[in-house]
C-alpha cells in the first residue's frame, strides 16, 4: 500500500503542473477582459474632389464650375490608441481613436501650380465590434471589425496666398471650412500573445469619409465670393500597435 500512494502522488503532481503550465500560456482575451494597444498609425488617404464651384458673388448667385480644378489630401503619421472590451471569448467593442493630425490638401490639375493649399487637423473617432477567429487560447488571433465613425475637421486653414490672391485680387482673404460626417468603418487585423498579458498587433482599416469643403473669401473690396467643392478622404489606416490585456 506504501508503494502504491508513492507512485499515485507523483503522477497526481505532474497532472497538476501540466494544468498550470497551460493557464500560464493561455492568451488573456477572453470574456470580461479589458485590452488598451497603442502604437504607430499611418493614415493614407485615397482621396479626389470634385472642381471648385463658384457659388455665389457678392451675394448672386454664380453656380460657375472651374474646370480641371481639384485636390486630394496627403498622407500623415500619429500615434493611434484603441480599447476593446471583450464580450465574450470572440466579441468585443473597440473605440479607435488617435493623437491630433495634420492632413494637407494639395492642389490638382489647374491648381497643382500653387502645391499646399490648406490644412486641416481632422478628429476621427470610431466604435467598432470586432469578431475574433479561434479560441481565446490561440497565440494568434486575427479579427474581422464592423462599426462608425464621426469625423469632424478643426483648424481649418487656407495657407497659400498666391492662391488667395490669384483667386480674390491683391489684399483679398479667405476662410476655408469643411463639413462633419457619420461614416462606416471596415477593420482586418490580428494579434500575437507574447505572454499572458502582453501582444503584439496589426491592422487595416478604411473609412470612406466625405467632406464639403466652403471657401468663403473676401476680395479688398468687401464684395464676397463663396466657392464650393466635396472631397472624398477615403484614408486606408495602417496601426502596428503594442497591446496589454488587463
Not at 488598451?36 to 453656380?63: D, F, I, K, R
Not at 495634420?102 to 492642389?107: E, K, P
Not at 505572454?195 to 469619409?209: D, E, F, L, Q
Request: aromatic share 10%; glycine share 10%.
Amino acid at each position: 500500500m506504501m508503494n502504491d500512494r508513492r507512485t499515485v502522488r507523483p503522477a497526481g503532481f505532474a497532472v497538476c503542473l501540466c494544468a498550470a503550465a497551460f493557464a500560464g500560456n493561455a492568451n488573456a482575451q477572453t470574456a470580461g477582459s479589458f485590452t488598451v494597444a497603442t502604437g504607430w498609425l499611418h493614415v493614407a488617404p485615397q482621396s479626389s474632389a470634385t472642381p471648385l464651384t463658384v457659388e455665389s458673388v457678392g451675394g448672386m448667385t454664380v453656380n460657375q464650375q472651374l474646370p480641371g480644378t481639384g485636390a486630394h489630401a496627403t498622407s500623415t503619421d500619429t500615434m493611434g490608441i484603441t480599447t476593446e472590451y471583450y464580450v465574450t471569448d470572440h466579441i468585443g467593442i473597440a473605440t479607435l481613436i488617435g493623437l491630433p493630425l495634420t492632413v494637407d490638401l494639395v492642389g490638382d490639375g489647374a491648381l497643382a501650380k500653387y502645391g499646399t493649399l490648406g490644412s486641416t487637423r481632422p478628429i476621427p473617432p470610431a466604435l467598432v465590434f470586432r469578431y475574433h477567429l479561434l479560441s481565446a487560447q490561440s497565440k494568434f488571433r486575427p479579427f474581422i471589425g464592423l462599426g462608425v465613425n464621426y469625423t469632424w475637421f478643426t483648424q481649418v486653414r487656407t495657407t497659400n496666398s498666391r492662391f488667395v490672391t490669384d483667386s480674390l485680387g491683391p489684399g483679398g482673404s479667405a476662410h476655408a471650412s469643411l463639413s462633419s460626417s457619420w461614416n462606416p468603418v471596415f477593420e482586418i487585423g490580428a494579434y500575437y500573445a507574447m505572454t499572458n498579458h502582453w501582444s503584439v498587433g496589426a491592422s487595416a482599416g478604411y473609412v470612406p469619409v466625405k467632406t464639403h469643403l466652403t471657401l468663403d473669401g473676401t476680395t479688398a473690396k468687401g464684395t464676397q465670393i463663396v466657392s464650393t467643392s466635396t472631397i472624398r478622404l477615403n484614408p486606408v489606416n495602417v496601426f502596428l500597435n503594442v497591446a496589454y490585456t488587463f
